[in-house]
C-alpha cells in the first residue's frame, strides 16, 4: 500500500518562499511521471507542477517561472518529490498533495497547506 505524505507547507507573506517535500516509497520515479496538485475550498485539485519518468519538468503558467519541480531517486525505498515555490502569491493558496501525473485515487495523502497573506 502506498502512502504519499507531504510536508513543507505554511504561512508566508506575499514573495516569499516554500519548499514542499512528498515521501513517496514504493514509487519507481523512474518507471512513473510524478505531480503536485492544490486545492482550494470548493475547488478541483488540479496539477500545477509534473516531472517525467525521465526527469522532464512541466507548469502552468501560472507558475512557470515561481516554482521548480525536483526528484530524489538516490533511495529507492524513500522517493521524494519536491516543489520549490518562489515568489508566492495569495492566488497560491491552497492544500498542496503529490500524486502520480495519472492520479490513482487510493494514493492521496493528506496534503499539505499553504498560505499566503497579501
Known amino acids: 500500500q502506498v502512502q504519499l505524505v507531504e510536508s513543507g507547507g505554511g504561512l508566508v507573506q506575499s514573495g516569499g518562499s516554500l519548499r514542499l517535500t512528498c515521501l513517496a516509497p514504493g514509487i519507481d520515479f523512474n518507471k512513473y511521471s510524478m505531480g503536485w496538485y492544490r486545492q482550494v475550498p470548493g475547488g478541483q485539485r488540479l496539477l500545477v507542477a509534473s516531472?517525467?519518468?525521465?526527469?522532464?519538468?512541466?507548469?502552468?503558467d501560472a507558475v512557470q517561472g515561481r516554482f521548480t519541480i525536483s526528484r530524489d531517486t538516490t533511495d529507492a525505498t524513500k522517493n521524494t518529490l519536491y516543489l520549490q515555490m518562489n515568489n508566492l502569491k495569495p492566488d497560491d493558496t491552497a492544500v498542496y498533495y503529490c500524486?502520480?501525473?495519472?492520479?490513482?485515487?487510493?494514493?492521496w495523502g493528506q496534503g499539505t497547506q499553504v498560505t499566503v497573506s497579501a
Open positions: 500524486n502520480l501525473n495519472k492520479p490513482i485515487a487510493a494514493f
Open positions: 516531472v517525467t519518468n525521465d526527469g522532464r519538468p512541466d507548469y502552468i
